[in-house]
Structures are given as structure tokens and as C-alpha cells.
């Protein structure tokens, strides 16, 4: 598949974020609003946005915030993920971390594939994300209570 980087700015990030997330996103460490990050688009050969990630530099330490393949299987992740970590490379970045929760299996072995290594667990984390998103269920996927959440770190 053809296809190409395109920036993305704050209101397409915010769309996104909407309609996939809720807003804010909700790390370990800090909420994020889209105007806290900077992130890109993958488009294929039409222009039609495939997916989107988003990232947050403090120094040469940086979070990919989220990671949105808006089809599964086509290793649009993989291209998302291989082009963030260039630009924080570029950037200077020497550590990036990555937050999943419990029941995100796929994402687990997804950044484990691509180099990140798991760093610590968040007993109940997800409860506090749930205090300021009370819309956040009881269970994930496979029918896993949602709990927890899983840092990942990767160092270059």
C-alpha cells in the first residue's frame, strides 16, 4: 500500500480523539487535550486517512498518546509507530512511553513486537480515569474487567 505522512492539527486531533477516546485522554502521569500534542495522519494513495497517532515531548522523554488504526490487520500501526518514533528521534527524544490497559491484549504484544519492553502496572488506574470519564465501562475486551494499566517503555 502507497500512501503518505500528513500532519495533523489540533481539530482533526480533537475530532478523533472525540469520536474514538472521549476527551481528555488519560495517561498514567497527566491528561492530555489535543492542543497538548502534535500528532500525524497516515493516508493512502486516495488521501483518505487510515489512521492517526499522537505524541507529547518533555525534553528528551516523550509519550505516544494514542495510536489509531482505523482498519485492524493492515499494518497501518506499524507505519504510524515506525514514523512517530523518527520524529521523536529527530527531535531528541531518548525514551518513549506508551500507556494500554489490562484488557488490550493486542496492543501489549503489538508494541512489545516493536521494541518496548513493560515497565510497571498501575493497580486500578482506570478508576481514576473513570472519575473524570464515568463513561469509561466495567469491562474490556474479551470481557476482561478494565482495570488496570500497562507502561511500556522504549529507550533509544
Do not use: C
Not at 513486537?113 to 463513561?135: F, I, N, Q, T
Amino acid at each position: 500500500m502507497d500512501g503518505r505522512f500528513v500532519r495533523a492539527d489540533t481539530a482533526d486531533i480533537e475530532r478523533i480523539w472525540r469520536e474514538r477516546w472521549g476527551l481528555p485522554l488519560i495517561s498514567v502521569r497527566r491528561q492530555y487535550e489535543p492542543a497538548d500534542v502534535e500528532g500525524m495522519f497516515y493516508e493512502d494513495e486516495w488521501g483518505t486517512p487510515q489512521g492517526l497517532v499522537t505524541w507529547h515531548v518533555d525534553g528528551d522523554d516523550a509519550e505516544i498518546v494514542s495510536l489509531d488504526a482505523f482498519e485492524q490487520g493492515r499494518h497501518i500501526g506499524g507505519r504510524l509507530i515506525d514514523a512517530a518514533e523518527n520524529e521523536l528521534l529527530a527531535l531528541g527524544v531518548k525514551r518513549v512511553t506508551i500507556v494500554t490497559t489490562n484488557d488490550n491484549i493486542r496492543a501489549l504484544s503489538f508494541y512489545v513486537r516493536h521494541g518496548y519492553r513493560l515497565v510497571a502496572l498501575h493497580l486500578d488506574a482506570v478508576e481514576a480515569v473513570r472519575k473524570v470519564k464515568p463513561s469509561v465501562p466495567l469491562t474490556g475486551n474479551h470481557n476482561l474487567p478494565l482495570q488496570d494499566m500497562l507502561e511500556l517503555v522504549k529507550q533509544f
